[in-house]
């Protein structure tokens, strides 16, 4: 049998297989100035020499500069207000450690009893042994054997997140993990309970399919904001969730629907903040 012939048998016996081909579309972009029209205020990036704002109203702060009766950005950065307080936080700078702040930082150095993290701050931070989860979050005092199999848990070139516990006086940064642990647990509420002990049954019976379609809708949110870079806490989840309502569950993991839902959600957060 010639070539063709059997190229077109071998065609014709194939499964008729449907293929979604999707072509790139540009992302909207966020309006992001101050609006004397709408009277809001967007975060922004300024360059040394931009103009601001025009209105009196504002107060000059850090990185700025007033000029011909107008607000004018000192340094390259991000324009932030507070109230009616205006500054410009320059892009590279050395991290000004804040109690609750969440950091990423990497191991450095493992020494008695701590670690030492570059979270790009002025000195190194310091993670204490007893400031981390045990495996398996068991709660004890740290023992001899801990402080041996330190670099079991972590050692050079690991990266973690972390909470910022103190600052100590010379600037240096302490930080915990033990209410971080970057997972993100997602699961029905258990609202059963035992009237004589007061402690929760275990409850093995299936799990109903609505709640099953809301924890699942609620992990391609999470995924979502994560692809898209945006800060996960309960009000941008929330905000997520509520913008997923109408595309089906299984669509939300497809690029153009990730954006746009990410967007109405940082958009309702930007109108939140202010």
């Known amino acids: 049998m010639p070539a063709v012939k059997m190229a077109e048998a071998a065609a014709a016996l194939a499964p008729m297989t449907s293929v979604e081909v999707r072509h790139p579309v540009p992302c909207p972009r966020l309006a992001q100035s101050f609006s004397s029209r709408t009277g809001k205020w967007d975060k922004d990036l300024g360059a040394p020499g931009d103009t601001i704002t025009t209105d009196p109203g504002y107060m000059r702060g850090h990185g700025t500069y007033l000029g011909e009766e107008k607000l004018i950005a000192s340094v390259a950065g991000v324009v932030d207000r507070v109230n009616k307080l205006v500054c410009v936080k320059t892009l590279k700078t050395r991290y000004n450690g804040k109690v609750s702040d969440i950091v990423v930082g990497r191991i450095t150095e493992v020494q008695q009893k701590q670690w030492k993290v570059e979270t790009n701050s002025r000195l190194d931070s310091v993670l204490l042994l007893s400031s981390m989860n045990l495996p398996g979050g068991e709660l004890r005092r740290r023992s001899a054997e801990d402080e041996l199999a330190m670099r079991d848990y972590l050692q050079e070139g690991d990266l973690i997140g972390a909470e910022v516990q103190a600052v100590i006086s010379d600037g240096a940064v302490s930080l915990h993990t033990r209410s971080n642990n970057g997972f ?89 903040e202010g």
């Open 184 to 272: 993100i647990w997602i699961y029905p509420i258990l609202k059963q309970k035992n009237e004589e002990t007061g402690a929760f049954i275990t409850n093995l019976e299936p799990v109903p399919l609505p709640d099953r379609e809301v924890i699942s809708r609620l992990q391609n949110c999470v995924v979502a904001l994560a692809e898209q870079k945006l800060m996960l806490y309960d009000t941008s989840i929330l905000y997520c969730y509520e913008a997923s309502l109408s595309p089906e569950i299984k669509d939300l993991l497809k690029p153009e629907v990730m954006e746009k839902i990410v967007l109405k959600t940082r958009q309702r957060l930007l109108e939140v």
